[in-house]
């Protein structure tokens, strides 16, 4: 077991109150486990405490003179803040005789559950059986690797959860002076949550890469069809490279349009529904929520697209970029001889690369703002401009980029011919985008959503938000007419409006 003393060495903190640092407090922290985590928090608490720290642990790699071994009636005795770095099904036959021992004590829950709970975390269940300590979960994001070794991969937050305020307080110093970044969830019910991190793979990147997976084997499957069963336009060796790359772009520009039609569709919903405070459809709910994977997904798509164009840049496989040229041999004993070659680029081949560049190019701006640290430096406004104009530009582009490689076609075939043409059918879903987007620019639409969205309710005799209703009636403070209420409270310029039990909250907050 391991624990600190609590002697004349103590970690200092400084607790943040209301604005204002308080005197320096000492708390004394010790560990309770053997683990590979209990002696990475060791290590870690050792060498980034401060010099008057004193750690006692039964084993560990390296030589520590102020360390020495510990019971767990020691641990708990002597220190504050406990680590629990034990398994959840040892809880109650390692803690169950220390319960009176364990009375306002801090511990930080750091176990982990192979399958989520939606009724009670491993947190929760400690709370229970130790009703009077502060229990805070923490830490079971980390790895024990991640917390001993400075240069692990991985996130660096510390999400914590807590009911004691003053508790999640002093964990949360705890991991800023670890090295971590604490991000406070509040009550100890998100630790459910918590809880569900570690075991998570991938949730939100799950249904766009599906979405993308399917897009891409529909485009496959439909040009296998049109350049190989239909007809033979291409060679079956051809299919690794040449082939599989149409499929790529028309995947990525199907991609980015998914990403950018729903910012249009909400508006239509809230111009149907005549408020905001109606919930979206759950469906719809889930692809706006999936915009920035899908965003990335089609940057990729994008990505090995430019690479393998860049691959077969040559008149072999563009044949139609460039200018071609005959070579003719005068004819001798029978007819003459000509040799066509191809040069330089036509207006085609420039047009179509200019867009693309320009495409490109505007998508990297657009992943690489999504990086944490770049995304960190931009306020609202530059996220909004980058994000939504940049990246309709993009798309704008992108269709350019298609029109210039597919209008030459269209113009020597039929209307059969230009329906079924690739180029054509890829361009369906970006052209209703850029046109809904442009729709929805025209200032009288623009300024009916903009007001839709800012509160104003077309019909508001009735509210039709299946929104949360609370439990019990009560009262909320509301300012009076010809008052002025700010966040200063005068009991002179509000009042109490009483609400009943089946009061709907979202209209309880317009009359706040």
């Avoid at 510990?70 to 641990?75: A, L, Q, T, Y």
């Avoid at 502060?134 to 830490?139: E, H, L, R, Y």
């Amino acid at each position: 077991m391991i624990s600190f003393d609590n002697n004349e060495s103590h970690v200092r903190y400084k607790l943040v109150e209301e604005g204002k640092m308080t005197e320096t407090q000492k708390h004394s922290i010790g560990v309770i486990g053997t683990g590979n985590f209990a002696r990475a928090i060791a290590k870690r608490l050792y060498y980034s405490a401060d010099d008057q720290m004193i750690a006692y642990l039964s084993s560990i790699d390296d030589c520590f003179c102020d360390i020495a071994v510990g019971s767990i009636s020691d641990c708990i005795q002597n220190a504050e803040i406990i680590f629990l770095a034990i398994h959840f099904a040892d809880y109650t036959d390692c803690l169950g005789k220390y319960i009176p021992e364990l009375s306002r004590k801090i511990l930080i829950d750091v176990s982990n559950r192979d399958r989520p709970s939606e009724t009670e975390s491993n947190a929760e269940f400690l709370s229970t059986l130790v009703p009077d300590a502060k229990v805070v979960k923490a830490f079971n994001v980390l790895s024990a690797y991640a917390i001993e070794e400075e240069t692990a991969g991985g996130s660096r937050r510390v999400f914590l959860a807590g009911n004691d305020t003053t508790a999640r307080t002093k964990v949360s110093v705890l991991a800023r002076e670890l090295g971590f970044y604490p991000v406070d969830l509040g009550l100890l019910k998100s630790s459910r949550k918590i809880e569900r991190f570690p075991i998570r793979l991938f949730p939100e990147w799950r249904g766009p890469i599906a979405f993308s997976i399917a897009v891409f084997n529909i485009w496959f499957l439909y040009i296998i069809f049109i350049y190989f069963v239909e007809k033979s336009a291409f060679s079956w060796e051809q299919i690794f490279i040449k082939v599989t790359n149409k499929p790529l772009c028309m995947t990525a520009i199907t991609l980015l349009s998914a990403t950018y039609l729903p910012s249009s569709i909400a508006s239509m919903f809230q111009i149907f529904y005549g408020t905001k405070h109606i919930r979206f459809p759950y469906w719809f709910d889930k692809w706006l929520k999936a915009r920035k994977q899908l965003g990335i997904m089609a940057f990729i798509l994008v990505t090995v697209h430019v690479i393998i164009s860049v691959l077969l840049m040559s008149p072999t496989y563009w044949r139609s970029w460039y200018h071609p040229i005959k070579i003719i041999v005068p004819k001798n004993l029978t007819e003459d001889l000509e040799l066509p070659m191809v040069t330089w680029m036509i207006w085609k081949g420039e047009a179509a690369c200019l867009a693309g560049i320009l495409a490109f190019l505007c998508l990297c701006i657009l992943a690489v703002s999504t990086i944490p640290s770049v995304s960190e430096t931009l306020n609202w406004k530059e996220w909004q401009f980058i994000q939504s104009k940049l990246g309709h530009v993009s798309l704008f582009l992108s269709v350019v980029h298609v029109i210039i490689m597919g209008a030459p076609g269209w113009a020597n075939g039929g209307v059969v011919k230009i329906l079924k043409s690739i180029t054509f059918l890829s361009l369906i879903l970006p052209v209703i985008t850029l046109t809904l987007k442009i729709l929805f620019s025209f200032p009288c639409l623009n300024r009916y959503v903009t007001k839709i969205r800012r509160g104003w309710e077309r019909n508001n005799t009735g509210c039709k938000a299946k929104c949360s209703k609370p439990y019990n009636s009560g009262y909320v403070v509301s300012k009076k007419e010809n008052s002025k209420l700010d966040f200063n409270f005068d009991a002179e310029a509000s009042q109490m409006i009483q609400f009943e039990s089946d009061a709907c909250e979202c209209h309880m907050l317009k009359n706040v």
